[in-house]
């Protein structure tokens, strides 16, 4: 399996229409089908609304601010529900990959396409909120594109590592239940990271080390680019060559995922 | 019977050795423990060893054996599901591997759905399915249930589906392991015949327990004991040691 043919044209095909499959079960039998893509962001978005912005007053002093925790909210979404369901994709389909033979990143990826799909649509509903609230359209939004394709590309990358893992240690799924709960609270999503910035030195310090993960970096870059050039980001604080650090990261975490899944993927049809 | 002297697929010191678990090694805590305690956590059984076979185009080869004799595993190689330890498998043309009838197949989707799905993981394109679409439907005989989901159709309805995929499909080689008997006595007669009509056009490599099959279908028969290639050659040949075995 070469780079050439990842994406060829059979792989293309069996690639779409895994997605179409998945996309057409996902929300079979549910009275608001397709809706809940929607209705779930939005409903972490009110929750988190009503506790941090009503009764704790966490945002006062951020313009636009239920534009802000939603375009965090919907980023996190985004990348829970990729990672959830990569870790899952393997042995989920462990049924295809004993009896039929085909390159098995295909799974990974479509599991990742649906999250991929919803997030566009909690996009629009995004930039409908952005504009009832009265933020300024820019062409600078369309720098979200970059950002997101950077995230999903780190998404896919844990995806590989977590599914491939999975097929031999089903322990992951527990680690990885914690690790993504404390990682909702070491990125800046309820919070804002002025909050850390102005709390002493340490503050200083910790704020750099929050702003090194690449999902704080593209959801604090998002927020610069759709809601306000207030948001403190990674450029803004960090200076020299760690600041693409983030980005390093998120292509040696791809690059390294995608070695061990080949590595590990010719024995899947054995172990899963 | 045409002869043709091209290989279709070419099989040479083929090894393939299974990593069974010993204790409950699946899991961390296990992994750990025995890693601590040096214990490899899995003992090696050897499945084949050191299988030469070549198979030419528009052969009918059955490959017979014991249970365990690794027929299965063997198919599995030749499928690409399974990577061999050592040797080497060389395929000309394209495959089509029916290790199980219906993979992939969903019960929550239509049978039209399932089709199209089923190709896509054989390796076909939505083109290429729409132009045995309705071959498959004819075969099957279920022209008024496609728009169905699938868990409404009977379990033969869903097994007649799946084989008539299987057979319609077009590829080069087709590989069958013990799919033959499904439906009802009409519907077997007409598989019967379709088989009996693929002779010299098609390669087929067909696993199998029923010797009658082997004797009525195949052109070449290969009997695999132990996880090597104990005798091949004619059908009746190969049928009449598969028999012998039990009566050692």
Redesign the interface.
Known sequence: MGIPNVLCRKNRILLGELVKTDFRLRYQDSVLGYFWAVLRPLLMFAILYVVFAKLLRFGDEIPHYPVYLLTGTVLWNFFTECTNQGIHSIVQRGDLIRKISFPKYIIVVSATATALINLAINLCVIIIFALFNGVTPSFSWLLIIPLILELYLFSLGISFLLGAINVKYRDITSIWDVLIQALFYAVPIIYPITLVLESGDFGQFASKIILLNPIAQVIQDARYNLITNTTVTTWEIIDGPLQFLPLILVVVTLAVAALFFRRRSRRFAEEV | MSQKPHTAIKVTGLTKN??LPTERA????Q?ILNWLKGIKGYTTQQVLRGVDLEIKKGEFVGIVGRNGSGKSTLL?LL?????PEQGNIEVHGSLV?F??LG??F?P??TGR?NV??NG???????KEMTAMYDDIVQFAELEPFMDAKLKNYSSGMQVRLAFSIAIRAKGDILILDEVLAVGDAAFQEKCNNYFASLHGNQTVILVTHSMDNVRRFCDRAILLEDGKVKTEGDPKMVAKAYEDLWNQ
């Open positions: 299974f990593r699946s899991g961390l805590k992994a599995k499928a690409g599901i399974y990577y591997p290790i199980e993979v992939g969903n929550e989707l759905e199209y799905l896509a993981l054989l390796g076909f394109s939505n």
